[in-house]
Nanobody, 122 residues
Framework: QVQLVESGGGLVQAGGSLRLSCAAS????????MGWFRQAPGTERVFVGA??????RYADSVKGRFTISRDDAKNMMYLQMNSLKPEDTAVYYC?????????????????WGQGTQVTVSS
């Protein structure tokens, strides 16, 4: 059974940093597309960024501030978030696909974690 578990969320002041981790178990996602999405209360779950075998893609709202990386040997993915803003406040979800194609839509991902809360205070 595939399981994705996020960690690293918390409360941080505007301008601060957080690093989210996503641990995958049950299968390896080597070279496959993995992504981060976020969902604020009352809104849709939206794309933050994704990574596959050597490429990354980011939402315009986080470009230059967020960085995705992965360690396939450990079956881990990370989201380094710098210069955080109050509008980054959301539950952040890790997702994995059965394809290497980097997609920005949530429908392109088959596996999901339970989410981790990130709150940025002003």
């Amino acid at each position: 059974q595939v399981q994705l578990v996020e960690s690293g969320g918390g409360l941080v002041q505007a301008g601060g940093s957080l690093r989210l981790s996503c641990a995958a178990s049950g299968r390896t996602f080597r070279r496959g597309a993995m992504g981060w999405f976020r969902q604020a209360p009352g809104t849709e779950r939206v794309f933050v960024g994704a990574i596959n075998d050597g490429s990354t893609r980011y939402a315009d709202s986080v470009k230059g501030r967020f960085t995705i990386s992965r360690d396939d040997a450990k079956n881990m993915m990370y989201l380094q978030m710098n210069s955080l803003k109050p509008e980054d406040t959301a539950v952040y979800y890790c997702a994995a696909a059965d394809t290497i194609v980097l997609t920005t839509t949530k429908y392109g991902y088959k596996y999901w974690g339970q989410g981790t809360q990130v709150t940025v205070s002003s």
